[in-house]
């Protein structure tokens, strides 16, 4: 089943955490915030700034305070990190965020390898968490990682998402994302994803993150908007590899996303003119050009005046 | 509005033709004729495989006789050219040929440019070929070229596409392409031009022509068969840069359409692994990486046995 389009698309850029988690390139934090403004500048009102994460397995999130600190009070711009347990949510409190996005992978042996844990008792901490994140004022966003495939074990049942799914509902969130982490899912599987979503979660604001590994990511965004996704994850230049697919290209660009629901009719407020811009001076901190094409290619050709 | 998928999808492999016209490197005859060989040896039935033009305008296609000559009597297998006038379509016929592919663009100057004509008057010559083509036993495609923007005057007016897809039907064709030249195209653009063609010409086949140039190449193959496409171009490899669009990747890529396609339910027939092998084989041809992914990220990963 495939629905129509919504008038407009929420977009969070995901490049300061996700973009950059895995990257060998070490960016300093002036860079970081110079992106995050950057960011804000072309009209992104969403940004995940960096993971809670042991700096020795991610030395890129190393000075995860000192981003907040200096991203501390931007105006216009929801702030968020990514926990991935309950001492990471204790390291959140401590800082003045917006939005905290806990990590659930659907499957054991992901749940296993990047968190030491189960999908169960991440189900678990979250509950412990929801409330208390709720009180301090912040947006509960969870991921519910591997939605569509595990890089472990392979293909995952549908019918998970929503047990998931409910369990975090019923656990308290203000949205729900499901996340083709390793850039595996096809359009249908997309759109029988948040099928599920919507029914184990009603009434709750859905949010997809994809990766563009198999080129499938644009195709991907454009199923989850009209299965009733209203926000989208994506990183300037398409910039992110995923650890478990070597060669990978990364997130959906931000850049190419705007450009496709722009020209689809859907708003994503965004400014494409600096986002491109954004994408160049990247490309230049990285050292190397990135997936994202429109940086590149430019927009789409404007009627030519008459000499 | 958006359709459901159809249960299988018809893939034309264009890769000798479009993928390799505007290249740089020079292909050998052999190399042409082995990718060929590959390309049905992985399933493809239809085969875009050259085009009579300028041998000085487009050198690679220089040796388009020799091509249809080794192809000659493959079978299961049908060979297509591309023809832009009714010279290239007397040259047609001095061949074993099961298709034509004749292209007309939507804009004026598109036309001009591009074949030194106007698009009423390839509409006329289309009109003088149809019969003798169809006397001569062969299939007949008409391309409808920049349908979804033109280099030199931007945005069309999708009402042009009604009107030229009429003018076609009624003269006679097989099947009618809306081709995307330039890849400037979102899905809800491909969605509403396939709506007009369907409704210009009902009950003709309809086909689509699309690159991935700005990143939406794949999210416009899935919106396009929902439009009711029943067959799409693709490129091995996604070989085939557009010469309006310096540093623009190519045609949306064989291995990774279908993998897109099939994982979301719809048949295309074609063996994956093949197609990633033949992939890997043209970038050695090629002496560079390619924009398809699926040959170097290979398959989503399966389940792993317990040791």
New interface residues.
């Given amino acids: 089943?495939?629905?129509?389009?919504p008038a407009k698309v929420e977009i969070v850029d995901v490049c300061a955490r996700d973009g950059l988690q895995n990257d060998k390139v070490m960016v300093s934090t002036a860079d970081k915030l110079d992106l995050v403004r950057r960011l804000a500048g072309a009209g992104l009102r969403r940004i995940e700034a960096t993971s809670f994460v042991n700096p020795k397995r991610v030395p890129q999130m190393a000075d995860a305070d000192a981003v907040l600190e200096g991203l501390a009070g931007m105006r216009d711009l929801s702030v968020s990190a990514l926990v991935l347990n309950e001492k990471g949510f204790r390291r959140a409190l401590e800082h003045r965020l917006d939005e905290i996005t806990f990590v659930i992978p659907l499957t054991q042996t992901m749940a296993e390898r990047n968190q030491g844990t189960t999908p169960e008792a991440l189900a678990d901490s979250w509950r412990s968490i929801a409330r208390p994140a709720a009180q301090a004022g912040l947006f509960r966003s969870v991921t519910i990682a591997v939605a569509f495939?595990?890089?472990?074990?392979?293909?995952v049942d549908p019918a998970a998402i929503s047990a998931l799914a409910a369990r975090i509902a019923d656990a308290g969130a203000d949205e729900i994302s499901l996340a083709d982490t390793?850039?595996?899912?096809?359009?249908?599987?997309i759109e029988e994803g948040f099928a599920r979503l919507a029914e184990a979660a009603p009434g709750l604001a859905m949010r997809a993150h994809l990766h563009?590994?198999?080129?499938?990511g644009?195709?991907n965004?454009?199923?989850a908007i009209?299965a009733g996704v209203s926000t989208l994850d994506a990183s300037l230049g398409g910039l992110g590899g995923c650890p478990?697919?070597?060669?990978?290209?990364g997130n959906?660009?931000t850049e190419?996303l705007a450009?496709?629901?722009?020209?689809?009719?859907?708003q994503s407020g965004l400014d494409q003119a600096a986002l491109r811009e954004a994408a160049l001076w990247l490309e230049g901190i990285m050292g190397r050009r990135l997936p994202?094409?429109?940086a590149?290619?430019g927009p789409?050709?404007?009627?030519?005046l008459a000499a």
Same sequence: chains 1, 2.
């Fill in positions: 089943m495939s629905g129509t389009r495939g595990c890089p472990f074990e392979g293909r390793i850039g595996v899912a096809a359009p249908a599987e563009n590994t198999r080129n499938t644009y195709a965004a454009d199923a009209r478990f697919a070597p060669g990978a290209t959906i660009a190419d450009y496709m629901l722009d020209r689809s009719g859907v994202g094409q429109l590149h290619v789409a050709p404007q009627p030519q």
